[in-house]
């Protein structure tokens, strides 16, 4: 039955007929008794009528024109539909609508949410605003790195004091800008120059526009009294209009960077003019800086870092934020002393922060009663001890929530926030997993396969015969067992496997390999990955190794 079909007839039934009154509904399920093809409006469950007689019948009688009662089953038919739309039986959202004791507002527990208090970040906060400060007074403040591990409130941190920063320097209108950049999305030198290009060239445009404005209204005005001119720094109407020709010249020789294809000196030199072109202090935020020059190297560091020599009307000032405490080792160490010039270090929450950050969250968040006591500190304790991570916190406070209203509880309990530490770890796992490169896959399905044929103890040369019967056939590149090696260190990094070393005395040392992730859901998302094609069929022809 087509959608539309559906829609006619309940429209029909519901405009001419009215709910049949109770004892009309007794009679016919006393009628119904005796007729074994009888349905009964009360019995109909949508689901099941579907791909049954019921739902045929309906058809028949839609294309008989509809609205009438059927013979073949004893009942109006019309009155079924009405029951169900109209009646007891609730649509497939009523029941997740109307039950809706626990969020207030979710939106808040999200990470793309930016607080507009942070409890224990006070110091931190403060340190940043006494070193951007210098920018409002028009010198160039010093470079700032931050550091600390994900969850400790960096990016939120900078985020509001950019924001302060900005509102600040509109209230004095002084000419300050904080440019904020996520370098784990804008990850090569290109990008990030490229960005910042054409942020100031959007702003210059509507410098110029605001400029060309006052002076075209000047210039019509001039035109008839020229005595307008007087307290201006133009002579004569002329040289209005000359200014007005240099201002659009600039304008249209401001040319956007795509987002590809110039050499990037280009790139450069269209951001230092653009952003010379004007008196200004620029703070440049970096965040995952890491990322960058993990991905791409430290030249976009050193050309930021020396600009300020070069330009004659602006200033700038970087602020590089860090996940990674060692980035630094990796750095020009003539980019790490001016980068470095102001060090803001974020140490991990503990679990009483971690509580009030959550109490904060969760009263705007949530229902009045909707947290039994235990939650919160249970949250904030799992989190304490994934490195007082204030993200894993708030997703678990949320997740708990999504699941206590998803079996339709009145309040999140303590259960709650434990199924939601297993969601949140074996999601973390999944995705893990599922972003491997290839071979790492090829090299943790080995382990699996071993695993699954009860091999104990699992040494590396172990795995890497089995890799090997794989790659084979799945038509893989075979790396060599000291990269195996190396891959497998990795996956232990990771937390997906645990390798250990032991000695085996005078035979020397050797690894034991065993999964630390539920196999099941692994393999699962191991075989969902197209590029490892049969490996499934595999199977067999490995197990058949361990038969002899
Ligand atoms: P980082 O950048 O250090 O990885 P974020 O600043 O992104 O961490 O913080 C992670 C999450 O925790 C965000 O949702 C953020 O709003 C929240 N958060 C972190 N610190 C605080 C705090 N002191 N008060 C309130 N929320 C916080
Ligand atoms: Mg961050």
């Known amino acids: 039955m087509t959608e539309h079909e559906t829609d006619r007839h309940t429209t029909d039934t519901t405009d001419s007929m009215d709910e049949p009154e109770e004892d009309e509904r007794e009679e016919q399920k006393e009628a119904g008794d005796d007729d074994e093809q009888t349905v009964r409006p009360s019995d109909i469950d949508i689901h099941e009528s579907i791909g049954n007689d019921t739902l045929d019948d309906l058809d028949v009688e839609l294309e008989n024109g509809g609205g009438s009662s059927t013979e073949s089953t004893g ?121 910042l290009a054409n942020k100031f060239i959007e702003k210059n445009h509507a410098l110029i526009d605001d400029r060309l404005d006052s002076l075209r209204d000047l210039r019509s005005t001039a035109a008839d009294d020229s005595e307008r001119l007087s307290d201006t720094r133009f002579d004569t109407v002329d040289d209005v209009d000359e200014r007005i020709a240099d201002l659009e010249t600039d304008r249209e020789e401001m040319e956007t960077v795509p987002m590809t294809g110039w050499p990037t000196d280009r790139v450069y030199s269209t951001f230092f003019e653009a952003v010379d072109y004007n008196e200004r202090v620029v703070v440049i935020m970096l965040d995952e800086i890491d990322k960058l020059v993990e991905k791409s190297g430290d030249d976009t560091l050193y050309n930021l870092s020396r600009m300020n020599s ?15 405490l060692k980035f630094t080792d990796f750095l020009d160490p003539r980019v790490k002393s001016s980068l470095g010039e102001e060090e803001i270090v974020f140490p991990p929450y503990d679990a009483n922060q971690l509580r009030d950050i959550l109490q904060h969250r969760a009263d705007i968040a949530f229902k009045g009663d909707a947290l039994t006591d235990d939650v919160i500190p249970l949250c904030a304790a799992f989190a304490a001890q994934e490195h007082g991570d204030a993200r894993r916190a708030l997703d678990l406070l949320r997740t708990a929530g ?87 260190s990795e996956l232990d990094m990771l937390g997906i496997v645990n390798a250990v070393v032991v000695s085996k ?12 992730v539920p196999i099941d859901e692994t393999e699962a998302v191991l075989l969902s990955d197209s590029r490892l094609g049969n490996i499934e069929d595999a199977q067999p022809f490995v197990q058949a190794r361990f038969d002899n």
């Not at 999140?412 to 999944?430: N, Y």
């Open 75 to 195: 009942v109006d038919l019309d009155e079924v539909v009405l029951e169900e739309t109209k009646d007891d039986s609730k649509g497939l959202f009523d029941d997740l609508l109307s039950g809706e004791p626990i969020f207030e507002n979710k939106e808040v527990l999200r990470p793309s949410y930016t607080p507009h208090e942070l409890p224990h970040r006070t110091d931190q906060i403060n340190q940043m605003a006494t070193i951007l400060v210098s920018a409002l007074r028009g010198e160039t403040p010093s470079n700032i790195l931050i550091y600390g591990k994900t969850g400790t409130g960096k990016t939120a941190s900078a985020k509001f004091v950019s924001q302060e920063l900005e509102s600040t320097s509109q209230k004095y209108d002084v000419p300050c800008e904080v440019e904020y950049i996520n370098c784990e999305v804008t990850d090569t030198q290109y990008r990030v120059l490229a960005q």
């Open 310 to 324: 070069e330009l004659d009307n602006s200033r700038i000032s970087i602020m590089g934020i860090s996940n990674d």
């Open 402 to 488: 999504e699941l206590a209203e998803r079996s339709q509880a009145d309040t999140v309990e303590e259960a709650h926030v434990r199924q939601a530490q297993d969601k949140i770890e074996l999601d973390r796992v999944v995705e893990v997993v599922r972003t491997l490169p290839t071979q790492s896959k090829i090299v943790l399905f080995s382990i699996i396969l071993l695993e699954k044929n009860g091999v104990h103890n699992i040494n590396t040369g172990e795995v890497f015969n089995i890799y090997k019967r794989l790659c084979e056939e799945i038509d893989a590149d075979i790396l060599t067992q000291r990269r195996v090696t190396d891959l497998i």
């Open 505 to 516: 005395g005078r035979y020397g040392r050797t690894k034991e390999i065993s999964l630390s």
